[in-house]
């Protein structure tokens, strides 16, 4: 059983970069899997692209994603010719991830609006007082990516656990030629 099932679901979230140059807004249809849709990710990459450990994200349909701004701080950067990742040239937020042709993306959790992710002035009836971080970042069934680059004792399995309090799943250990 996920720890998102009873719970209520976004139809669309807000977000952009620390500056505000850059604002979006994507939307998700009806019984989209969020449990199934999220993750982490703990390649080299994604640590160096986020400075941090490891990648958060919510997976979405890159045809259900939109601009809600100009995008002149709009800028890619591709590790490899198909898989680009968004930023800001600005405040150097990275916004999300996306192999070129693939019809979903990964949008960094961390660029979604306070009031969809933990609930700040949520009404509590579109959006819960709580938010839908829970939701957003896939209950107990997320996926976990490049996990032969855990560091023991801290992004591994046991130490993920005590920090999220669970760390269930499908852990992926991926090779990547770049």
Known sequence: MSLTEDVPKPKKLTGGCLCDSLKYEV?????????KHSGTCQCNQCRKGTSSLFYIYVGASYANFS???GTGS????FCVPENERAFCSSCGSWIFWHTKGSATMSIALGTVDSLYL????????SVPRGGFGRV????????????????PGVTDEES?????????????QTTVDA
């Open 27 to 35: 939307t998700f249809p009806e019984g989209h899997d969020f449990d």
């Open 67 to 69: 601009w809600t701004t």
């Open 74 to 77: 709009l800028k890619f950067y």
């Open 118 to 125: 933990w609930g700040e002035g949520a009404d509590g009836v």
């Open 136 to 151: 957003l970042a896939g209950g107990n069934k997320k996926t976990h990516e490049f996990c032969e680059n855990e560091i």
């Open 160 to 172: 993920i656990s005590n920090i999220l309090g669970h760390l269930n799943g499908s852990r992926f």
